[in-house]
């Protein structure tokens, strides 16, 4: 039976969030661990949207911050499938603080890779949808998670 594609946008999601007092560290900035739910989370429901199940993190690259965020702030989580295996898919999170009180520029926080298995009733692997690769762009992030993936399984063997 051949395999099912999907497109990337039927997947993707953004989401805003506005800082409020109980997202805050004791420094007055953004938590860092509230951002990397926010993020886990969005991963996952696009994980969801894509395989049409339940998914499971496997792991979450490159969360360095570039800039901290405020109290009142808008945080902007953008969301979306950059490739699939098998049973796992790649999904990348751009994090940004979008200046609402003037020209709505955005300001990247963060970019996360993070990577979702598909799984069963039974909480075992199963296969993925693939994505439809409509541009350049898409082809080229494509290109990139292979070699990311074959960074993390090499990291996995290597227990490092
Ligand atoms: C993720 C998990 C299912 C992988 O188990 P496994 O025995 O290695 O399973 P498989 O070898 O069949 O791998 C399944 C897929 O996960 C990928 N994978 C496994 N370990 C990975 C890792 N450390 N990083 C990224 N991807 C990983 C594999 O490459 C494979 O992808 P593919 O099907 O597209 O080729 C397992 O480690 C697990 O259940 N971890 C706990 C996840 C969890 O509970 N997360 C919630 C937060 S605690």
Do not use: C
């Amino acid at each position: 039976m051949e395999r099912e594609t999907k497109k990337i946008s039927d997947s993707m999601i953004e989401h805003i969030y506005q800082v409020r007092p109980e997202h805050l560290n004791a420094a007055e900035r953004l938590f860092g661990g509230k951002l990397m739910e926010w993020i886990d989370e969005i991963a996952g429901m696009v994980g969801m949207r894509h395989s049409g199940g339940n998914v499971i993190t496997a792991s979450v690259d490159n969360l360095r911050f570039i800039r901290g965020a405020f109290q009142n702030d808008l945080i902007v989580l953008s969301a979306r499938v950059t490739y699939v295996g098998n049973s796992s898919m790649e999904v990348r999170v751009d994090t940004y603080v979008e200046d609402f009180e003037g020209n709505g520029a955005r300001k990247p926080i963060n970019r996360a890779y993070l990577t979702l298995v598909a799984v069963d009733s039974h909480g075992n692997p199963k296969q993925a949808p693939l994505i439809l690769l409509e541009t350049e762009g898409e082809r080229a992030e494509w290109e990139a998670a292979k070699k990311r993936k074959e960074l993390r399984n090499q990291r996995k063997i290597e227990g490092f």
